[in-house]
T-cell receptor, first 115, second 115 residues
Framework: DAGVIQSPRHEVTEMGQEVTLRCKPI?????LFWYRQTMMRGLELLIY????????DSGMPEDRFSAKMPNASFSTLKIQPSEPRDSAVYFC?????????????FGPGTRLTVL | AQSVAQPEDQVNVAEGNPLTVKCTYS??????LFWYVQYPNRGLQFLLK??????LVKGSYGFEAEFNKSQTSFHLKKPSALVSDSALYFC?????????????FGQGTTLQVKP
């Protein structure tokens, strides 16, 4: 398996622009997680899905952020409008549903820079 | 509420010496505990986990961790450090039972192994 795939790997945009990050989870995994990593705040869970349904979005910082999972093999995280403080590395992770597993498999991340 | 503490921002060891990266947790009920490693410009990789059973858990790359319920700790250890072990290490926890849910990650500890 190719693992979790994220695109783009790097994104540079200007303040006010819309940014869309993409994720393809590992085939057969029922859970998908979006994280944000910064030096100041560390690793933060933004939202996670189970069987394409959002379960917990309490980590989404504000209404400018939205996430969707239209099918089992694709998810997007959108920021509109983007701001410089959104600059971070955004990770997608997936995990299977099975008792006593919980291992999350992380993608390589998208490094977002908002100028 | 669930929480994880990694009291050291950075751990420095000489190659060949034993290493310990500390982690303490707080969770109601039985904990599921994890260690992940992050190499520069990469996503997190799973190292090992404790779900139940033997308190000493062995994982990838020669790492092991010991679950200590009375001290609510899950320290990561390796008998002989390698320069290639230098990376950022994250401890994570979730409450046991039920299906896969979100993990709570610590702030991370940078391990620096010097030749």
């Amino acid at each position: 398996d190719a693992g979790v795939i994220q695109s783009p790997r790097h994104e540079v945009t200007e303040m006010g622009q819309e940014v869309t990050l993409r994720c393809k989870p590992i085939s057969g995994h029922d859970y998908l997680f979006w994280y944000r990593q910064t030096m100041m705040r560390g690793l933060e869970l933004l939202i996670y899905f189970n069987n394409n349904v959002p379960i917990d979005d309490s980590g989404m910082p504000e209404d400018r952020f939205s996430a969707k999972m239209p099918n089992a093999s694709f998810s997007t995280l959108k920021i509109q409008p983007s701001e410089p403080r959104d600059s971070a590395v955004y990770f997608c992770a997936s995990s299977p549903t099975s008792p006593h597993t919980d291992t999350q498999y992380f993608g390589p991340g998208t490094r977002l820079t908002v100028l | 509420a669930q929480s994880v503490a990694q009291p050291e921002d950075q751990v420095n060891v000489a190659e060949g010496n034993p290493l310990t990266v500390k982690c303490t947790y707080s969770v109601s009920g039985n904990p599921y505990l994890f260690w992940y490693v992050q190499y520069p410009n990469r996503g997190l990789q799973f190292l090992l986990k404790y779900i139940t059973g033997d308190n000493l858990v062995k994982g990838s790359y020669g790492f092991e961790a010991e679950f200590n319920k009375s001290q609510t700790s899950f320290h990561l250890k390796k008998p002989s450090a390698l320069v290639s072990d230098s990376a950022l290490y994250f401890c994570a926890v979730r409450r046991g039972g039920g299906n896969t849910g979100k993990l709570i990650f610590g702030q991370g500890t940078t391990l620096q192994v010097k030749p």
